[in-house]
């Protein structure tokens, strides 16, 4: 089973950005689509961002939309989030997974990582 390491959180100041990396290890994610979801204290685990096997198509939560950036590198078996112009509201633990899409439309993950916190200061 592939297992999934995040990496690349921290403490920033609002306005600064940051790069998360995902790692997959035990097989490829190459055939997968891919996604990141965050968990802020108190809240559900909300999406933010996929992107195909391909990394042709990407998808935000509107909340992140010309903020967040989605990448991947199938060579390194990685996917990446680029998180720009960071608000506290963005404060959470960041996880990645094997992302799909249910039929009415959310998209939802398994094969969880252990997640990287981020914490955005104001």
């Known amino acids: 089973q592939v297992q999934l390491v995040e990496s690349g959180g921290g403490l920033v100041q609002a306005g600064g950005s940051l790069t998360l990396s995902c790692a997959a290890s035990?097989?490829?994610?190459?055939?997968?689509?891919m996604g990141w979801f965050r968990q802020a204290p108190g809240k559900e685990r909300e999406f933010v961002a996929a992107?195909?096997?391909?990394?042709?198509?990407?998808e935000y939560v509107d909340s992140v939309k010309g903020r967040f950036i989605i990448s991947r590198d199938n060579a390194k078996n990685t996917v990446y989030l680029q998180l720009n112009s960071l608000k506290p509201e963005d404060t959470a633990i960041y996880f990645c997974?094997?992302?799909?899409?249910?039929?009415?439309?959310?998209?939802?993950?398994?094969?969880w990582g252990q997640g990287t916190q981020v914490t955005v200061s104001s």
């Open positions: 997974a094997i992302a799909y899409r249910t039929e009415s439309g959310d998209f939802r993950g398994e094969n």
């Open positions: 035990g097989g490829t994610v190459s055939s997968e689509s």
């Open positions: 992107i195909t096997h391909s990394g042709t198509i990407t």
